[in-house]
């Protein structure tokens, strides 16, 4: 290969170099709705057997520098899905049902056991582990993400 030959490669290189930069740039500035969100750790608890509601828990990262909004959750294995946080009352920790969650830019909401959690009301099937079910959340600016959340025991 002659030295030429060499140079010319590199230039070509360094172009797209710069290419893949400017997309990355464009991506990250023009807020692509669908990879601002990312949602992990989704699981729904085993319901006591006999009662017709389960809890959810689930994480999500805002990774868009402006805030986001869940305004609701659907489930077609549930009457309503509801979404709870804990509040202090006196010396008791209550439920306190939330109309929406607003992540800042740059933050994540995380759902646990003994914090903020989906209360899934009017179960249509009996929920086991091992089984799977399908939800639906509705963001304000991201719009609907679909996602498969199993049913686990803890
Ligand atoms: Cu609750």
Redesign the pocket.
């Known amino acids: 290969m002659s030295k030429h030959l060499t140079g010319r490669a590199a230039v070509r290189c360094l172009i797209l170099a710069w290419a893949v930069a400017a997309a990355w740039l464009a991506a990250g500035c023009g807020q692509d709705p669908a990879t601002a969100i990312a949602i992990s750790g989704a699981w729904v608890k085993e319901p006591v057997p006999g009662k017709a509601m389960a809890?959810g828990y689930l994480r999500i990262e805002n990774r868009s520098p402006g805030e986001e909004v869940l305004l609701g959750i659907e489930c077609a294995d549930a009457a309503a899905v509801?979404m709870?946080d804990m509040v202090h009352e006196g010396d008791m920790m209550k439920?306190h049902?939330m109309e929406r969650w607003t992540i800042p830019g740059g933050d994540s909401l995380t759902l646990a056991p003994g914090g903020r959690?989906?209360?899934f009301l009017g179960l249509r099937r009996p929920l086991k582990e091992g089984d799977t079910v399908q939800l639906t959340l509705h963001f304000k600016g991201a719009g609907d993400r679909t996602l498969a959340a199993p049913v686990k025991k803890q």
Request: proline content about 0%; charged content about 25%.
């Open positions: 809890a509801e709870h439920m049902k959690h989906l209360m």
